[in-house]
């Protein structure tokens, strides 16, 4: 064990330190690249499955599961996740796993109260239903509706110089962009290996469940049959392996006096039929052997039962195929291949779980963090600040061996050919415009812009 979580923490520290920070928006960000192609081959696992990589430390079968489950929710079975995940491992392992006072809740909370305190004015309750985009080329605002959903109100534009999406990306691409915007198309789209969606159910129980505790991992099943019906031959699962939380045994504010909160997870394929009759059959399925395991009924004393699935996943957030975590964490979803944070239109960018570095809070939190470097960065576009002439050509250098090499990777990655050339072209047109424009800065005729 010592052993394989002394490597679990080598991958922690090098991809939590470095990679996870690139954008992968330009291939001079691996000029290191044979020091990458090292580390990914011989010490990060990028080429070896999860699976693989566990048996080669562990015999015990409950050992391997133990150490196999959690990849479930990277969006792919053990033999298909690559090994670098073990890095997981040294976070929940070593570093523990911890609560916020308050629950998860509480975080973007503090997040908004800091964000208001630097001046950011939030409006929630907005739905945004266009990204306009001026005949530039530029976007020049959003088209908002105001209100509860489902409610009927008057839409109305905010201007903005620059825009970053952080809710679904197929969505905003696909649904919030007129076709001509759209870097990807709907086939690259459906090509893409979601992770699994969720069926959530939150419980209110009048009673203290003492034989449970905080979190619960029930997989007293079959995880290769469950990672069938998820990726394989998607279908409601026959016996699934679940999780279940009692936050209120951590924090009694969670629930009132002699009750207890309780929430169930199952993970389910993205894009199944989400009836509520599949639903029901589920709840009964997990609930049998959580009682059987504990001892003691529960169902009899539930007094709040709320459930959360794919449709509540496309109504609320816009889901993909109903997804809950994104993108698969494939090896041909990692990095380069990733939608990607730059789009079509120049002063409009993404973030979130579905482009770079990819699904769960701390990533998605990061990913917000590098596109507003990114956004500052826009070195080989901007003509505005002090530039010399090396540094232009470098830029220049940069961009025309982007065009090709990110192409080239989108073209792998499953775009199709008219689609990738027309981006191609679209990003020559761009340069050639940044170029004329620095030109002319260069001689002088642009300083009343400055
Ligand atoms: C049940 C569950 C358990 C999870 N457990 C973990 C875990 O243990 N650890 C972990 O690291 N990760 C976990 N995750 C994953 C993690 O929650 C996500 O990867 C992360 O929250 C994604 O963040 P995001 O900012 O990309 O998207 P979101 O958090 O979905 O934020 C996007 C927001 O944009 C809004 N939006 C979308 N479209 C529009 C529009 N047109 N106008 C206005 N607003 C819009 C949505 O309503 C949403 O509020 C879990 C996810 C689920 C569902």
Not at 264 to 293: F, H, I, Q, S, W
Not at 329 to 335: G, M, V
């Amino acid at each position: 064990m010592n052993k394989f979580l002394e490597q679990a923490e080598y991958k922690y520290r090098v991809g939590m330190a470095d990679y996870v920070t690139r954008p992968s928006i330009s291939i001079m960000e691996f000029l290191d690249g044979l020091k990458l192609l090292f580390e990914s081959v011989f010490r990060l696992d990028m080429f070896k499955s999860h699976r693989a990589h566990v048996q080669s430390y562990f015999k015990d079968p409950i050992n391997c599961e133990l150490l196999e489950w959690p990849v479930l929710f990277l969006g792919g079975a053990p033999d298909g996740v690559p090994a670098l995940y073990s890095l997981m491992d040294h976070a929940s392992v070593v570093l523990g796993t911890w609560y916020p006072e308050g629950g998860m809740h509480a975080i973007p909370a503090a997040m908004a109260n800091l964000a208001e305190e630097l001046g950011v004015d939030i409006q929630l309750n907005v739905e945004v239903e266009k990204i306009e985009v001026g005949s530039n080329g530029l976007a020049k605002g959003v088209k908002v509706k105001r209100g509860k959903k489902g409610s009927v109100g008057a839409s109305t534009t905010l201007d903005a110089d620059v825009i970053v999406g952080t809710g679904d990306m197929n969505w905003i691409e696909q649904q919030l962009l007129e076709p001509k915007y759209r870097r990807y198309t709907e086939q690259y789209w459906d090509k893409r290996v979601m992770s699994p969606g969720s069926l959530l159910y939150y419980i209110g129980v009048s009673k203290k469940l003492p034989n449970l505790k905080h979190h619960n991992l029930f997989f007293d099943e079959s995880l290769d049959d469950h990672c069938v019906e998820i990726y394989d031959d998607p279908a409601w699962p026959k016996a699934p392996l679940f999780y279940a939380c009692v936050p209120s045994l951590t924090d009694e504010n969670t629930a009132p006096k002699g009750h207890e909160n309780l929430f169930l997870l199952v993970p389910l394929a993205a894009g199944l039929e989400d009836t509520d009759k599949e639903r029901e059959k589920c709840y009964n399925m997990v609930m049998d052997r959580l009682e059987k395991r504990i001892g003691e009924d529960v169902r009899g004393s539930v007094v709040y039962k709320r459930a959360w699935a794919h449709r509540e996943f496309e109504d609320e957030y816009h889901s993909y195929k109903g997804n809950a975590y994104g993108l698969a964490n494939t090896l041909f979803q990692t990095a380069f291949f990733k939608p990607s944070m730059k789009s079509v239109v120049p002063n409009l960018h993404f973030a979130g779980q579905l482009t770079s570095p990819g699904p769960g809070v701390p990533p998605s939190i990061i990913s917000g963090h590098i596109t507003a470097d990114v956004v500052d960065n826009c070195s080989y576009l901007r003509v505005n600040g002090k530039k010399t002439v090396p540094k232009f050509l470098y830029g220049l250098f940069a961009a025309i061996a982007d065009i090709f090499a990110m192409t080239a990777i989108e073209m792998v990655a499953g775009l199709d050919f008219v689609s990738a050339l027309t981006f191609t072209v679209s990003n020559f047109l761009f340069i050639l415009f940044a170029f004329v424009a620095y030109m002319r800065k260069l001689a002088g005729f642009a300083k009343k812009d400055d």
